[in-house]
């Protein structure tokens, strides 16, 4: 099968992959992998093709228009973005005979989908739901009526977790899929890098984030208990891995230097690491904090779940679609500090044997990611939209 996995960003030179690109380059492994050919198609600053990790990318340029209205900053720009895309897209599915399209869903991708080649979405974000802290009011009015929009233009719809999933079925009156993210098992242990590691946390007890520093993955919530948390655990620190972010006009690893006050000095912030950087400090932290408001089955949970991590997560954000209290990580109450520290509490209380059993549960449940399942998955669906599409077609 030809397939264009069509994106509304994509990689960028020398920057780790995270979120939508990472899930992209995964599946686009995938499907590759079982004899399918990719081709990924993105909006970007010039119109070139390139090659990424042996993937083809058609970069697309895309005007951008400022402003502060948000029907101009959003929907003016979809509507030239998806103008300039869909040019580009006939184009490919021309030379490249492609089969299906999948859209990513995101900011309202695949707006203007033509209906001639048949197109499933995977919903990566749907603003109402998942970035209510990120973006004001009218912006998450103006977001989410586009991805609405978009998403009624498939053939099928499909999420990565239930937390997006039912909302978004329940807004578009169209049945919204679940197949779970694919999980590949990171890099070997000859290729790691060892030098943030040994640098910044050797010896040390630590705790580690890694991720987007935003509101919606839960950064204020750490905000709140951080002093609280270092001044009870003398011995502990915390360290931060992945993009700054600012809140408010406030950068929010500022933020938490601030509520750390005296004992700033132990939390470090390490950067934002590729993975060989970044397996080693995951794989010597004491535990692995994600307390995500809402979430869309994130690789980071997979990535530390896989390796043997205590995790502690969220209800209701997807993260207790992976993780079962107290079995195979912990859960707290979104957006609760308090909660968020008893959880936090409990896994520094765990004994070695209670340790060991939550590691082989956490990793027999991201073995249930592994393609062999969920690209079947996934492969099964791309077979019945074409075989819908078909029978249409000759009516």
């Known amino acids: 099968m030809n397939i264009l996995l069509v994106t509304g960003g994509f990689a960028e030179k020398n920057k780790p992959l995270s979120g939508m690109p990472a899930y992209l380059h995964k599946v686009s492994k995938c499907l590759q992998a079982r004899g399918h050919q990719v081709v990924i198609l993105t909006a970007d600053k010039k119109t070139y093709r390139w090659i990424y990790d042996g993937i083809e990318i058609c970069s697309v340029s895309v005007s951008k228009t400022d402003g502060d209205n948000a029907w101009v900053k959003y929907g003016l720009n979809a509507v030239r973005r998806e103008i300039a895309m869909q040019k580009e897209i006939k184009k490919v599915c021309i030379e490249k005979s492609i089969d299906l399209i999948q859209y990513s869903g995101w900011f309202g991708v695949g707006l203007f989908h033509s209906g001639k080649i048949p197109a499933v979405m995977r919903m990566s974000s749907y603003a109402k739901v998942q970035l209510k802290l990120t973006y004001d ?9 586009l991805e609405r929009m978009a998403a009624r233009r498939m053939n099928v719809v499909y999420a990565p977790s239930n937390a997006i999933a039912i909302p978004l079925e329940e807004d578009i009156n169209k049945k919204v899929y679940v197949i779970e993210t694919p999980f590949i098992e990171g890099q070997i242990d000859t290729k790691l890098n060892l030098s943030v590691l040994n640098e910044k946390l050797a010896g040390k007890k630590y705790l580690l984030f890694f991720g987007r520093m935003s509101p919606d993955k839960g950064i204020l919530t750490i905000n709140r208990i951080i002093h609280k948390l270092l001044e009870d655990n003398r011995e502990l620190y915390f360290a931060f891995a992945g993009p700054q972010y600012v809140y408010q006009d406030t950068n929010t690893w500022k933020m938490l230097l601030k509520s750390a006050g005296e004992y700033s000095n132990r939390i470090i912030y390490l950067g934002n690491l590729t993975h060989d950087v970044l397996m080693p400090v995951l794989d010597n932290a004491y535990a692995v904090v994600l307390p995500s408001l809402m979430d869309n089955l994130p690789n980071a949970c997979q990535e530390a779940m896989y390796r043997g991590k205590v995790v502690i997560g969220t209800y ?13 990580g912990y ?31 956490a990793k027999k449940r991201i073995e249930l990611l592994k393609p062999e399942h969920t690209v079947a998955k996934l492969e099964k669906l791309y077979g019945a939209v074409m075989k819908n599409d078909n029978k249409t077609s000759r009516h």
């Open 137 to 145: 009011e009218k912006e998450i009015e103006v977001i989410s009526l």
């Open 316 to 328: 209701g954000s997807s993260l207790d679609q992976l993780i079962e209290d107290d079995k195979s």
């Open 331 to 361: 859960l707290s109450r979104p957006n609760d500090g308090e909660s968020l520290y008893n959880a936090i509490e409990k896994a520094l209380m765990a004994d070695g044997d209670k340790r060991r059993m939550m590691a082989m549960n």
